[in-house]
């Protein structure tokens, strides 16, 4: 399979360039030895749309303070598309989210970063038979079906798709709730 490149021509090389054969091993390494990308588990790997990622990032939120430290200690693994990466870019850069980086000192370049430093950039996800009203949501829940994985959203198209998602190995979780110690959505 080719590899597909994002657009940022500053983005780390694992984000520059995602194939699927490397995509699995770089998650395996940085996830550590319960990340199996074709495990059917969705203890392990969660995936986080833009908002969710904005409020555990930048705003902080204290409902989802959980899944930041979960991540960071490497209880949940949380995978996403170098398209992911792109939209964070560019919602990043929106005239109304000047002002909350500003007041928190950071820029969207620190939120950027972590999402680099957390993120583990896996290959973009085969379209799912589940289609959302919202096309901007399709990617995280083609990701999340693709590797039976946890999704993090608030978003009501996503939502509604929660109970369809279920046979498909994926549990929808609203952004701020707890993670528990297992992280098993379920």
């Known amino acids: 399979m080719s590899a597909r490149s994002v ?3 500053a983005a780390p090389a694992e ?3 995602v194939d699927v054969a490397r995509a699995g091993a770089v998650a395996g390494r940085t996830c550590g030895s319960a990340f199996r990308p074709d495990a059917r588990r969705t203890d392990a790997l969660v995936v986080l749309d833009t908002n969710c990622v904005l409020d555990a990032w930048l705003f902080e939120d204290p409902h989802v ?3 930041p430290h979960a991540i960071r200690t490497r209880h949940i693994c949380w995978i996403a ?3 992911m990466r792109s939209e964070l870019m560019r919602v990043l850069g929106y005239p109304a989210l000047t002002r909350p980086l500003a007041a928190r000192g950071l820029t969207a370049e620190s939120v950027l970063g972590a999402f680099d430093r957390w993120a583990q950039p896996v290959a973009p996800a085969r379209a799912s038979a589940l289609r959302c ?3 901007d949501d399709q990617m995280f829940i083609d990701l999340a079906v693709q590797w039976h994985a946890a999704l993090f959203s608030r978003d009501r ?3 509604a798709l929660a109970q369809r998602l279920r046979p498909e ?3 929808v979780w609203p952004a701020g709730a707890d993670v528990p110690s297992g992280a098993h959505p379920g």
């Open 65 to 67: 303070a959980a899944l």
């Open 15 to 17: 984000w520059a360039s």
């Open 7 to 9: 657009t940022d021509p």
């Open 133 to 135: 009203t919202d096309p």
């Open 157 to 159: 198209a996503v939502r």
């Open 81 to 83: 598309t170098p398209a």
């Open 169 to 171: 190995g994926v549990r």
